[in-house]
């Protein structure tokens, strides 16, 4: 079962910020919380992860609350492209272990 | 740089059917494997992995086999398809570093 519980769906405006939420109560010590996107009919695609420390890429940041409790990942200036459904996962970053994946966020960016 | 690729894209079987996708990766070696299904509307199941030639582990009990034959090949098989197999499957690695998940372009089966 995956460890984090997102919203089922949000709406963004184009050119918002869109902030997308993640609640993993129950992270160890040793894992990281990865964000993934898949686009309709697609694979997932990669966005950003990260331990403890805020992570910033040319794609999205991540913010992760000081008792890595919950976590959000931004995207500063959405654009239709963007509407596809989000992944939260917290998983040990270890050649070994399998990547879970939860239902997830669909978000839509509206014009 | 690391590519994956399976096929077919898309296929149409009746039941009863056999299967075969087929998934390849170039550009790393001894990677991790992966099998996922996706229903219609639904989440990533993950439903075989691979952590070297001839090593699978299965995930969940179903109609579906899976073999490596070679380092970077993984294949997904049935003798007999059901209608409940329909579904949008992807092929994925991970590599010796571990931190990320790379997916395939995906395989859409409808078993009519």
């Known amino acids: 079962d995956a460890k984090t519980t997102q919203p089922p769906s949000m709406d963004c405006a184009e050119g918002r910020a869109a902030n997308l939420p993640c609640n993993h109560s129950?992270?160890?010590?040793?894992?990281?919380v990865y964000w993934y996107r898949q686009i309709h009919s697609q694979g997932p695609q990669y966005i950003i992860h990260?331990?403890?420390n805020n992570e910033t890429n040319e794609m999205a940041s991540l913010i992760i609350t000081e008792d890595r409790k919950s976590s959000t990942l931004i995207l500063p200036h959405a654009t239709l492209r963007d509407t596809a459904v989000y992944y939260c996962?917290?998983?040990?970053?270890?050649?070994?272990?399998?990547?879970?994946f939860g239902p997830g966020t669909r978000l839509s960016v509206l014009p | 740089s690391q590519t994956i690729h399976q096929w077919p894209a898309t296929l149409v079987q009746p039941v009863g059917s056999p299967l075969s996708l087929e998934c390849t990766v170039e550009?790393?070696?001894?990677?991790?494997l992966y099998w996922y299904r996706q229903a219609a509307g639904r989440g990533l199941q993950l439903l075989f992995y691979?952590?070297?030639?001839?090593?699978i582990s299965s995930e969940v009990p179903q109609n579906l086999s899976a073999s490596r034959p070679q380092d970077r090949q993984f294949i997904l098989s049935s003798k007999k398809l059901l209608l409940s197999d329909s579904g949008f499957y992807l092929c994925?690695?991970?590599?010796?570093?571990?931190?990320?998940?790379?997916f395939g372009e995906g395989s859409w089966l409808t078993v009519v």
């Open positions: 994925a690695w991970i590599g010796q570093i571990g931190n990320t998940i790379y």
């Open positions: 129950t992270i160890s010590g040793n894992e990281y």
């Open positions: 990260g331990l403890k």
């Open positions: 996962i917290v998983r040990v970053d270890n050649y070994g272990q399998n990547f879970v």
């Open positions: 550009g790393t070696s001894n990677p991790n």
């Open positions: 691979s952590v070297g030639i001839g090593q």
